[in-house]
């Protein structure tokens, strides 16, 4: 089973930029089928990035998934944040089963 280890949120200004890190352990691991989550409190957990360039309407243009498989890490790249960017982000498979839920990282975005 993959485990996931999220990190590189923080509070940062309305405009700033942020890199999340989710880093997996287990023997088998692929970048591809791997998305960004976020949750914010009294919310459904959404699909912000994913596979094949897919990006939610809210952070199109602003936010890029990347990963290295060799590194067994995923990275969401996070531009021009904005207040309602603020969730605690997690990363998982889009396609298939999903592994269990890490921790999570907390991005806050406000001035």
């Known amino acids: 089973q993959v485990q996931f280890v999220e990190s590189g949120g923080g509070l940062v200004q309305p405009g700033e930029s942020l890199r999340l890190s989710c880093v997996a352990s287990?023997?088998?691991?692929?970048?591809?089928?791997m998305g960004w989550y976020r949750q914010t409190p009294g919310k459904q957990r959404e699909l912000v990035a994913g596979?094949?360039?897919y990006y939610a309407d809210s952070v199109k243009g602003r936010f890029t998934i990347s990963g290295d498989n060799t590194l067994k890490t995923l990275f969401l790249q996070m531009n021009s944040l904005k207040p309602e960017d603020t969730a605690v982000y997690y990363c998982?498979?889009?396609?298939?089963?999903?592994?269990?839920w890490g921790q999570g990282t907390q991005v806050t975005v406000s001035s």
């Open positions: 596979p094949i360039n």
């Open positions: 998982n498979k889009v396609w298939g089963s999903k592994e269990s």
């Open positions: 287990g023997t088998i691991f692929s970048i591809v089928g």
